[in-house]
């Protein structure tokens, strides 16, 4: 259709593809398909060492199958299978098997105690369904909030968060379903065949664990200390995570990036077009530059989600887009061109920028000043542009109140035109007629008639000089001295003055208003200009006369507005998820021991982000959100577990122990799987998902720490158990005080 398109166009005309999007969104889903399957991988390689040949066999099925079974519920819900619903894929792969490396675990726990293998399975799903349940539950509310976030930051991740809560939901039916029917028909198989591998269970350490025990059972006993070293770990990652830059999303990876070229504004289009002939000739001689696109007088194609196209037209504006070699370093080459278009183009103001993921702001640092008069604003508008130039890596500012065009005002001497005979009307009309114009025929070209206008030429009409040479002609002037010396020059009525004029009358929520942008070096964090103007900015809001005021836009605005939105819901989930866990295990104890694993889980996440260095951004926040929920799961299952069992619940510490030690198999096996599920995200193309899957993947390792062993240390405080040395063999070691399970 193209080829025929181009072949119909007339003669002068020419076609020319500047983009196509197949060719990225290709080479994104290659290499998300790629994170999946290594993801996958990962998931069943770890579970194979941990759990064993039979756990990781089903498994390895668990997995299509718990992703077939979502595909089919996303289809029904008309969802598409695009980028993010693949990301929401890969950060279900560590979590979706959870439920079922549990579920396997009591099964193999319960048979071992001497159960058959349908009498384990039946034991395992009756002690294991509300649990599970309230730990699934808890995940999909931790990812709720994402999916119900409003604007376009919540249009970008809905569709991942809610492939997340299907996967999650999909894993819990299989898991009380499918997978105990498969491992009871793998454990007969086993048994009939007798294959020695077959019945590897994983990975165990006859030196480490009497270790474990002995540290575990010291934390047991001075619950206290165990306590406060846990919750300050917790609060040093907060502190460490205070001390982060921020930023709302990294910029797009792509090989690409615009220029914004703005000219005077009585600059003409031929003016503009000279200006980008030299800018197109600075730019190819860089050999990364294969091609550059320009468009005058009008913004660029909106081909991508978050590029920002100027929609006002105007003969001084030209805009461009520069496609570069894959893998060139575009921060530098970006940072390069600033100064080359800088030094090339002086009489321009050229903004070199690196295109931004969700909703970067096309101007890094801006604030907006409000107030009754135009003359006002616009003074205060320059002070504040004087001021934030002198920062650092600031390189170009800008006001939206700005003079804009140049006009020709004249002042007439009232005497000297009532002399002449002349009144305000003959002058303006004799003026309008000179400057723009007398109708003075028509051309008929073809089936078309153009209209033919008199009027002086060009360089009298930008020139004050000759303007005020144009003469007038006096009422009394006969109709044919059109040339006559009885003509009067304008320069003898009056003075023609150039003042400027405001381009436009900006107003905000009904008040006046301007707008002052600052645009930084490529690679700077707005937050870290931000914070070095921030006790400027301070003395300049002080400083406003009486009913004007300043706000803050461009990122910080951004920020805070997506982190607004992500919170607005996360209130509301969090008491939805302290009721679920109530009604699960019917204890609202053991619901302020898991909420408080959830709080704490956030400083752990906040300090794996501090150590990889990563920005804190929206993506940790998604991550830190997504935290609260999944921390959880485990410790559900440890505070289940000892309330099961009687010893445990009465108080009993060596039961506590033994119930503990039991559960750190499958407790180990979900937080590394869910580690591993991570790990491809940690290293893919796109530079948005890193700090996520930092914050989650090495944020569950702290969750690991809560629930072995903040979880029973808070039972056992929570209950008020007296703590009595297990090898202190007197009678008095066998009693306990207000013993209260939870």
């Known amino acids: 259709r193209l080829d025929r398109f181009d072949a119909s166009l007339p003669e002068g005309i020419e076609m020319e593809i500047l983009f196509q999007q197949n060719e990225y969104t290709l080479d994104r889903l290659n290499s998300l398909k790629n994170s999946l399957v290594l993801g996958v991988f990962l998931v069943i390689l770890s579970n194979y060492f941990l759990m064993g040949v039979r756990s990781s066999l089903i498994v390895s099925a668990a997995i299509p199958t718990t992703i077939l079974f979502a595909l089919v519920f996303m289809n029904l819900f008309g969802l598409a299978l695009h980028q993010m619903s693949v990301i929401g894929f890969i950060c279900a792969l560590g979590m979706m098997i959870d439920n079922a490396v549990i579920m396997i675990d009591e099964i193999q726990h319960q048979s071992k105690a001497g159960n058959s293998i ?25 990812f709720l909030p994402i999916g119900l976030m409003p604007g376009p930051v919540g249009e970008f991740n809905r569709a991942m968060a809610i492939t997340v809560i299907i996967c999650l939901l999909c894993s819990y039916v299989l898991a009380m379903s499918w997978i105990p029917a498969m491992y009871g028909q793998l454990h007969k198989l086993s048994e009939k065949i007798n294959v020695p591998w077959l019945r590897y269970s994983g990975l165990s350490s006859t030196a480490l664990l009497p270790r474990y025990q002995r540290f575990l059972e010291r934390c047991l006993l001075h619950p206290r200390k165990s306590l406060l070293a846990v919750v300050a770990l917790s609060f040093l990652g907060v502190s460490l995570g205070a001390s982060l830059d921020q930023e709302l999303f990294p910029n797009s990876d792509r ?148 003079d804009g065009k140049g006009k020709f005002v004249f002042e007439m001497d009232e005497a000297s035109a009532f002399a002449a005979n002349l009144n305000n009307d003959d002058v303006a009309r004799q003026l309008s007629d000179a400057l723009e114009g007398v109708y003075a025929g028509a051309l008929l070209e073809d089936t078309e008639e153009v209209p033919i206008r008199v009027r002086v030429p060009n360089s009298v009409r930008s020139e004050i000089g000759q303007l005020n040479s144009i003469e007038l002609k006096p009422q009394q002037i006969a109709q044919e001295a059109v040339n006559g010396p009885n003509w009067i020059p304008l320069s003898a009525l009056g003075r023609m003055r150039l003042v400027p004029e405001l381009s436009e009358i900006n107003r905000l929520d009904g008040e006046r208003s301007a707008t002052v942008q600052g645009f930084i070096t490529q690679g700077i964090l707005p937050s870290v200009v931000y914070s070095a103007f921030e006790l400027e900015l301070g003395e300049f809001a002080n400083s406003l006369p009486a009913g004007y005021r300043l706000d803050i836009e461009g990122e910080a605005e951004a920020r805070g507005d997506a982190f607004g939105s992500l ?122 998902w890193p700090p996520m899957a930092v914050t989650i993947g090495f944020g569950v390792a702290g969750a690991t720490i809560l629930a072995l062993f903040f979880t029973p240390c808070a039972y056992i405080l929570l209950n008020k158990i007296e703590i009595i040395d297990l090898n202190d063999n007197s009678d008095e070691s066998s009693s306990y005080s207000n013993m209260k399970p939870a």
């Open 118 to 142: 349908n009498g384990a399975i039946k034991k395992s799903a009756s002690h294991l369904w509300a649990p599970l349940l309230a730990s699934t539950l808890t995940s999909v509310l931790a």
């Open 255 to 402: 090989n690409q990036f615009p220029i914004q070229i703005e000219l005077p504004h009585s600059a003409s289009t031929e003016t503009t077009l000279a200006a980008t002939k030299i800018a197109t000739d600075a730019l190819l001689s860089n050999p990364d530059v294969t091609d550059v696109y320009w468009f005058l007088g009008a913004g660029f194609p909106t081909f991508y989600y978050s590029l920002y196209s100027d929609s006002s037209t105007a003969p001084n504006m030209a805009n461009a887009l520069v496609v570069l070699e894959k893998g060139t370093d575009i921060v530098t080459t970006i940072n390069e061109t600033q100064q080359v278009m800088d030094n090339l183009l002086p009489q321009a103001q050229a903004i070199v920028w690196q295109m931004g993921q969700g909703s970067n702001p096309f101007a890094p640092i801006a604030f907006t000043i409000k107030g009754p008069d135009l003359v006002q604003l616009s003074e205060l508008a320059e002070q504040l542009r004087a001021r934030l130039s002198a920062i650092p890596h600031i390189k170009h500012t800008r006001s939206t109140l700005n």
């Open 567 to 688: 919170l607005t819901y996360l209130g509301l989930i969090l008491i939805v998820m302290a009721s679920v866990i109530v009604v699960s295990i019917r204890s609202f104890r053991g619901t302020l021991i898991l909420m408080a694993v959830a709080v704490l889980s956030l400083g752990y996440g906040m300090a794996a982000l501090w150590v990889s260095g990563y920005a804190f951004g929206f993506s940790a926040i998604l991550g830190l959100v997504a935290l609260i929920g999944i921390s959880i799961n485990d410790s559900i299952v440890v505070h289940s577990a000892i309330k099961a069992d009687p010893d445990a619940a009465k108080g009993d510490i060596g039961a506590i122990k033994s119930v503990v030690v039991r559960a750190t198999r499958h407790v180990l096996a979900t937080s590394i799987t869910t580690m591993a599920g991570f790990l491809p995200l940690l290293f893919s193309a796109s530079n948005i």
